[in-house]
């Protein structure tokens, strides 16, 4: 489904992505994590072409990138197959819930007024916020803000949905409720690649999980595997750390 072989990225002269190689099988979701500053979030937005990559391919279905390769047609083709779902969550502070949701479905998706506000209405209700259409960012709490984000990236019916530390810009009592909400699209088999900082929600949500460090991969397994047997002394202190 998505694979990707010798990712490296370097901001000047210091390497933050050292040959990364992942593969994510359809319907699967993937947990990445990893001390700040190991490249989780390079990683990700390499994947969306936020950032350029300096060395790699990309596959998304039938779809390949040869990163060195890749012109405006191509990363618009990958783009087109991955949506992000940000920490600030990125939305049009001067549109409304629906329009921000509309927005792609009109100018991506190509959809009519018509069409595409029945299907934001659709999306927003399935995040909980059939009530809050017309609201505006400023009016939204940050959960309510990131689950119009997350409506948004479903509204691309992308192959895979990549999520930037989704709850980590929100208050505690907040986390709760745009979680479940991934945990929704979850359980409806959408592809998924989540950098998070949540163990608890990565090791019940997460069908695999990788830990960075360095801008490399040290270890990933299935969760039992990582969480509970973990091999690589470097996971070991990650994981340490956090009880
Ligand atoms: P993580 O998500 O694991 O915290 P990041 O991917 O954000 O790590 O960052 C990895 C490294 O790349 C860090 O050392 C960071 O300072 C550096 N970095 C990230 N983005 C940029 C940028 N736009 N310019 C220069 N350095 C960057």
């Keep these: 489904m998505i694979r990707l072989s010798g990712i490296r990225k370097s901001f000047g002269r210091s390497e933050v992505l050292k040959g990364i ?17 190991s490249g989780k979030t390079t990683l ?28 405006k047609k191509e990363i618009h083709a990958l783009r087109q197959r991955s949506a992000m779902v940000f920490q600030q ?9 629906l329009e ?19 299907r934001g209405i659709q999306l927003l209700e399935k995040v909980g916020l059939g009530a809050k259409l017309d609201a505006y960012p400023s009016q939204l709490s940050g959960g309510q803000q990131q689950r119009v984000g997350i409506a948004r990236a479903l509204a691309m019916e992308p192959e895979v949905i990549l999520l930037d530390e989704p709850t980590s810009a929100l208050d505690p009592e907040l986390v709760g409720e745009v979680l479940a909400v991934i945990r929704q699209i979850a ?3 959408i592809t998924m690649i989540i950098v998070t900082h949540e163990m608890g929600f990565a090791q019940e949500v997460a069908n695999h999980v990788v830990f960075m460090d360095g801008g490399v991969i040290v270890e990933e397994g299935s969760p039992a595997e990582l969480f509970g047997r ?6 070991k202190q990650f994981l340490k750390r956090l009880i």
Excluded: Q
């Design 187 to 189: 359980r409806e088999g």
């Design 100 to 118: 921000n949701v509309m927005e792609g479905l009109i100018v991506v998706k190509k959809l009519n007024k018509t069409e595409a506000r029945k």
């Design 230 to 235: 973990p091999k690589e002394e470097r996971t």
């Design 89 to 97: 969550y990125n939305l049009f502070a001067h549109k409304t819930a």
């Design 44 to 71: 990700l937005r390499c994947i969306n072409y936020l950032e350029r990559p300096s060395d790699g391919t990309i596959h998304i279905g039938d779809f390949v990138l040869d990163c060195r390769h890749a012109g």
């Design 21 to 37: 190689e992942l593969t994510v099988g359809k319907g699967e979701v993937v947990a990445i994590l990893g001390p700040s500053g």
